[in-house]
């Protein structure tokens, strides 16, 4: 199990996080919703390890981790190949390496572009260069800050398909940011809904408790104040 307890975090006279008490199943999703600008990235910066935390105690996350940003962050002058080789340098040798890139190219259908440089691909193309990337990393633990944030609604459907395909062939204990009510639900095992800041956790809902998913999206609703978006993905209600 993930866990923080007693977590703060001030930027001088400014109160972000305020006693964050929070536990991530393993193998699960938890996603992170809350008003703009209370402070979710800042948690997610903490887990993994970027900024540090005021006080508290942070248990489970000393190991490897991916990270996927809201930007795809890969290196431009570097092949989609030779991007996902960078995050196995030194984890193993090269023709282990070189097995993972091609069987995972392989499951989603992306063979073709393994000799193209990311300015050469869409936007929604990079972004599954990118998660697939954090995904071959050898860690048990991926952090993501809204990765499908600036995609169109066909490219983040098919990306946040492209996600689930990914987590339940390699199990990962994921833990994400979103503004996305829908996202939210569609992906998460868990939501956490954390307060205007000084934040607080607000509530913690797991989704096997509610099968009734138009109803979970109205008691969201009630949840959150502000800043929240929701955009139809035809989930069945």
Known sequence: MYKVQKIYKSYGELKVLNNIYLE?????????????????????????????????EIF?????????????????????????????????????AQE??????????????????????SGGMRQRINILRAFIYPSKLIIMDEPFKSLDINNKKILMDFFVDLREKDNKTCIMVTHDIEEA???????????EKPSKVKRILD?????????????????LKNGMIVIPLNINT
């Open 60 to 96: 489970g996350f000393e190991g490897d981790k991916s990270y996927i940003f809201q930007e795809d962050r890969l290196i431009p002058w570097k092949t989609v190949k030779e991007n996902l080789e960078f995050v196995l340098k030194g984890k193993m040798d090269k023709n282990r």
């Open 24 to 56: 991530f199943p393993k193998e699960k999703t938890t996603c992170i919703l809350g008003p703009s600008g209370c402070g979710k990235t800042t948690l997610l910066n903490i887990l993994a390890g970027l900024i540090p935390k005021d006080s508290g």
């Open 185 to 195: 639900i569609s992906l998460g095992h868990r939501i956490v809904i954390l307060s």
């Open 100 to 121: 993972i890139i091609d069987n995972y190219l392989g499951l989603v259908n992306l063979e073709e572009y393994k000799y193209y440089y990311p300015k050469d691909l």
């Open 207 to 223: 989704l096997e408790n509610y099968k009734d998913r138009f109803k979970l999206k109205e008691e969201i609703n009630r949840e």
